[in-house]
């Protein structure tokens, strides 16, 4: 199957990207929730997990209403992003979700919202003012409204595209553009975004190769949003090395402005990502630190000897200078952890 990650891994290192595999609009499967079991022991009020259920049931609806061809309202959406763009608390809780969802072979919903979460984070960080930030919420959850109507016979194809199906793929900035244009003379930055958001900072995204200051900066956000989105999905085994990759210093992709307001208020290692420490214990990311990328909370799993640790022992790497993160684990030890 194409995966989204594939397709972005590879325009990371060659400075340009595409886009992700889609399935078709179905009730929410049982493997939606499979990631929860694995997730970080986190307590949060079943409401959270209620708003972040409603937000993929209206994507979902979005996405058959494009594929039938019978319409589709982003109303209700505008109500429920204005909630959580409203609310730092809220948005704070909905990240902890970002790991838990988007590994389900449908992510196309969980993708568009978890992009939204971190393009808020960012966007918090620079300072926008409220109506910007719901601006900024509803461009980032249709960013990719595009992709909807590309037929499975292409995205659930396993053999490598060919190159008429790989341009059907490309196109969907311009098809997102063209679906959101009813919308464009309230909300201009909707089509706005969709079409400028695979653009990136040096001049190599598409489809028009334009640069800096003549991309905006809400499909700049986005679109860092977004490809951070896909690296930390679906192989988390690759997280850490991908999400390195991304924030290489010689990446001339992204915008330092956008790229620095990310680092600040999201961490190397991704909630809910295995790193292997200093003193050899093995770990998960249970917090976060915004601006200490590096220094996040880990609940050890397994001690320097390879033995399970069973009772629950977090470390706090801020204010703790003689331990650090070495890397991500390593697939090997992931697979073996995941056996036991
Ligand atoms: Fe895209």
Same mark, same amino acid.
């Given at each position: ?8 891994? !590879? ?7 595409? /886009? +992700? ?28 997990? /209620? ?9 979902? &609806? ?29 948005? /704070? ?8 969802? *988007?590994? #389900? ?18 966007? =918090?960080?620079?300072?926008? +003012? ?21 037929? !499975? &016979? ?6 490598? =595209? ?10 969907? %900035? ?7 244009? %009813? $919308?464009?003379?309230?909300?201009? $930055?909707?089509?706005?975004? +969709?079409?400028?958001?695979? #653009?990136? #900072? !040096?001049?190599?995204?598409? %489809? ?7 991309? &905006? ?7 860092? +949003?977004?490809?951070? #989105?896909?690296?930390? @999905?679906?192989?988390? @085994? ?24 990310? =680092?600040?208020?999201? &961490? ?20 976060? @630190?915004?601006?200490? %990328? ?10 320097? !000897? ?20 070495? *890397? ?13």
């Amino acid at each position: 199957m194409v995966r989204y990650v594939d397709l972005i891994t !590879d325009a990371v290192q060659s400075g340009r990207k595409d /886009d +992700a595999a889609q399935s078709p609009a179905s009730a929410i499967p049982e493997s939606f929730f499979s990631r929860a079991a694995q997730a970080p022991a986190v307590k949060e009020p079943d409401s959270d997990r /209620d708003v972040y259920l409603a937000l993929w049931k209206q994507m979902q &609806s979005i996405k058959a209403g494009i594929r039938e061809k019978t319409g589709f309202d982003i109303l209700p959406l505008k109500e429920q992003v204005r909630a959580i763009a409203g609310s730092p608390d809220l948005l /704070d809780r909905l990240y902890h979700y970002t790991t838990r969802f *988007g590994n #389900e072979e449908d992510y196309t919903a969980s993708h568009s919202i978890n992009t939204m979460i971190y393009a808020l984070k960012i966007a =918090l960080r620079l300072e926008y +003012a409220p109506e910007d930030l719901e601006a900024l919420g509803l461009a980032a959850l249709l960013h990719d409204v595009g992709m909807f109507a590309v037929p !499975d &016979s292409i995205l659930l194809k396993p053999e490598p =595209l060919s190159p008429g199906e790989a341009e059907a793929v490309r196109r969907h %900035p311009e098809a997102g553009r063209d679906t959101l244009a %009813p $919308w464009s003379g309230e909300m201009p $930055w909707l089509a706005q975004t +969709a079409f400028e958001h695979h #653009e990136l #900072e !040096d001049g190599s995204g598409y %489809p028009r190769g334009i640069r800096g200051e003549q991309i &905006s900066e809400f499909a700049k956000i986005v679109g860092l +949003a977004s490809t951070y #989105e896909a690296m930390t @999905h679906d192989r988390p @085994h690759r997280r850490c090395v991908s999400v390195r990759e991304l924030i290489d210093t010689k990446n001339r992709s992204f915008s330092p402005r956008v790229m620095r307001a990310f =680092l600040e208020q999201i &961490s190397l290692y991704p909630l809910g990502s295995l790193v292997r420490l200093n003193n050899r214990t093995l770990g998960r990311v249970v917090r976060t @630190h915004a601006g200490q %990328p590096l220094r996040p909370v880990v609940q050890i799993m397994e001690d320097a !000897d390879g033995n399970r640790v069973a009772e629950d022992r977090t470390v706090n790497l801020l204010g703790n200078p003689i331990l650090w993160v070495t *890397g991500a684990v390593s697939e090997e030890e992931l697979a073996r952890l995941t056996k036991e």
